[in-house]
Structure formats: structure tokens, C-alpha cells
């Protein structure tokens, strides 16, 4: 059953997902009412398998808190490709 829904939105914004919805040849109901299913979808949480090896390794050391693993990452790679 739909209802009707009354929101308060700034103009341009309105003049931008018009024109977004008129190009994906949607209506900007559906695109909002989508969005909001994904938003409130209940997720599943499954249990990950984690191979052996890596499970036997788990607490074998420690990573100090200050570690910036996106800098340690590109500079081993970079140290690696370049």
C-alpha cells in the first residue's frame, strides 16, 4: 500500500534529483523509496570462515596503535613497484 510522504528539501536539491531521476527514466519516488528499503534492510550477520592458517596465527602479535596502515601499505607497495 503506498502513502503519501511530504518532505522538506531545499530547491536545488529537488532540481537535481529530478533531473537525476528524468535521466535513469525513474520516477524520484522510486529512487527515495529504494534508498530507504536499502537504509532500513535488516542485515544478516553470517559467521566468516577463517582459514586455518590464518586462525592459528591470530594473537601472534600486536599492532602498535599509532600504525597508519594505509602509509605502512603504500609505501611497501611502492617500495615494491617502483
Known sequence: ????LTLTIEQETIQKAKKYAKDKNRSLSN?????LKILTKEKIKEPKKINPVVKSLKGSFK???NMDYKKELRNRLEKKYL
Do not use: G
Open 1 to 4: 500500500m503506498n502513502t503519501k
Open 31 to 35: 529512487i527515495i523509496e529504494n534508498y
Open 63 to 65: 599492532i602498535p596503535k
